[in-house]
């Protein structure tokens, strides 16, 4: 399975981030200095999470939200997809963006790019999201995450999206 390095939007670019990239996210001390690109709130927590995640090589792992040459957030898979029960291949995905940017469509643009490879691929896609979340709750349910699977050990709602012309896991 094969996504772009780079997927491509109307107002947006995500490119996967490299070594550089992750190195910089994690750089809490600001020894590397600061990527004149990123947004000042950028990194956020959970962008420091993403880039534990970060496999080098991996086309399924995080990506740059980029707007206008401003990395806004991030967004990306949990790694590769695995067989679910059903015989499906699934993986998790998982997005952000710095406060200032939300509320412009710019995480339902960039999820939905992602969503297009995915689907070429015929991998289907859940994420978690906290139930008081109602902005993300409100781009999973633009962008078709229809199946509610309850709550992960944390307490987030599990939603699967699923794949075009697919089915769900049953």
């Known amino acids: 399975m094969t996504l772009p ?22 750089d809490s001390n600001g020894e590397l ?7 000042p709130q950028f ?25 206008n040459g401003t990395v806004l957030g991030s967004i990306g898979f949990f790694g590769p997809p ?19 940017a939300r509320g412009w469509g710019f ?9 297009a490879c995915a689907d070429q691929e015929g991998v289907r896609i859940r994420a978690s999201v906290e139930p008081t979340n109602a902005a ?9 995450f229809t199946d509610l699977r309850g709550a992960d050990e944390d307490g987030h709602l599990v939603m699967a ?3 075009p012309g697919g089915r769900m896991e049953e």
């Open 107 to 115: 995480a339902t643009e960039a999820l939905k790019a992602l969503l």
């Open 33 to 39: 200095g600061r990527p004149q690109s990123w947004h």
């Open 43 to 67: 990194p956020r927590e959970d962008d420091r999470d993403a880039a534990t995640m970060w496999v080098e090589g991996d086309l399924w792992s995080s990506r740059y939200i980029v707007r």
């Open 136 to 144: 993300s709750l409100r781009v999973l349910a633009k962008c078709g």
């Open 161 to 163: 999206r699923p794949v």
């Open 5 to 26: 390095t780079t997927v491509t939007t109307e107002r947006l670019t995500l490119p996967l981030w490299t070594r550089a990239d992750v190195e910089a996210i994690r």
């Open 82 to 100: 695995d067989a679910a029960p059903d015989g499906t291949p699934e993986t998790e995905v998982g997005y952000g963006l710095v406060e200032e």
